[in-house]
């Protein structure tokens, strides 16, 4: 009995020991777990951030191969230029050479030209003194031609006073015909019947004064005065349409030629007769009274230069 009771008592201090061996143990255990853990987490944030860095180191070299690439593109591109700019500097070394060969003969030319140049310049100057000359004398001569014009029309003016003092004395103081400055006007009544352009038997018989004056005025006009008997048709503002005229136009017109052709019959020669057809747009009174009709209807006569 007291051999099992050092036995109980025996057995009961080994279970402690064991339990405590038994918890160190376990203690350790867990650490090292903990450590294996926390070693874990260390070296998956390690390998993490070693991709990441793996990832931004292959961007950097691919972004370094693509500026590697630019760049040999670029000194490609610069050996291009590089090597055609030794080119056209070998070239223009050649050229400059030949040049050089030629500077010679090219100061022989300039000096040559020199010379042409010089003379030119005195027959230039020698060409505007002579020109300065012929513009002196065609000065002097413009005058002179003036002079003889101013001259020739005086004369004129004298042989057509003349010419209009003979006809104004043989007429004399017939109402249908007018002198208006420079010119006579027939209406047109006492030459024509109304609205036709053949002359009448009174018409023809003031003409043929007209025309037997105008012979024995321009028998003594000298041959260098030139002159002409200028006939001009005109009409009133009515409007006139028949199968023969079409327009006013053509109605004066048609009786300028009537005269000019009656006085070309009658001695007067052609080469100083003219005719033109105003119709009615130069009337020399307005207004739509039959006097003024009558004034606008008319022929006028004028001696005068081409």
């Known amino acids: 009995m007291f051999a099992l009771a050092r036995r109980s008592r025996h057995s009961l201090n080994v279970w402690p020991a064991f ?9 350790v255990l867990i650490f090292m777990l903990l450590v294996f853990v926390i070693g874990q987490y260390v070296l998956s944030n390690t ?32 050996r291009t230029r590089l090597q055609a700019t030794l080119a056209d500097l070998e070239s223009r070394t050649e050229e400059a050479g030949a040049a050089n ?25 020698a060409s505007e003194q002579k020109v300065g000359a012929q513009q002196a004398q065609i000065a ?10 101013a001259k020739k029309a005086e004369e004129l003016q004298r042989y057509r006073s003349e010419f209009f003092g003979r006809l104004r004395a043989l007429i004399g103081e017939h109402p ?3 002198i208006v400055g420079d010119r006579f006007v027939f209406q047109s009544e006492l ?3 109304t609205g036709e352009a053949q002359l009448g ?13 105008l012979r024995e005025v321009t028998r003594n006009i000298p041959q260098d005065i030139r002159w002409v008997l200028q006939i001009d048709g005109h009409t009133d ?9 079409a327009s006013n136009w053509e109605l004066s017109t048609a009786r300028a030629l009537s005269v000019l052709r009656f006085l070309d019959a009658r001695g007067i020669p052609p080469r100083h007769l003219a005719a033109a057809g105003f119709g009615e747009h130069q009337p020399v009174e307005r207004g739509d009274s039959e006097a003024a009709y009558a004034k606008n209807r008319r022929i006028e006569i004028k001696l005068t230069q081409p």
């Open 19 to 27: 339990v405590d061996a038994l918890a160190s143990v376990l203690l």
């Open 47 to 78: 390998l993490a951030g070693r991709e990441r860095a793996l990832d931004e180191l292959g961007r950097q070299v691919s972004a370094l191969a693509d500026t590697l690439a630019l760049e040999q593109a670029q000194s490609a591109a610069l």
């Open 101 to 125: 060969q030629n500077v010679g003969l090219l100061s022989q030319q300039v000096a040559a030209l020199r010379e042409q140049i010089a003379l030119l310049n005195g027959a230039l100057d």
């Open 140 to 149: 002097a001569l413009g005058e002179r031609l003036n002079v003889a014009l």
């Open 176 to 178: 249908s015909i007018r």
């Open 191 to 193: 030459l024509f019947p």
């Open 201 to 213: 038997p009174e018409g023809e018989r003031h003409l043929a004064q007209l025309a037997r004056t």
């Open 237 to 245: 503002r009515r409007p006139i349409q028949t199968a023969q005229f």
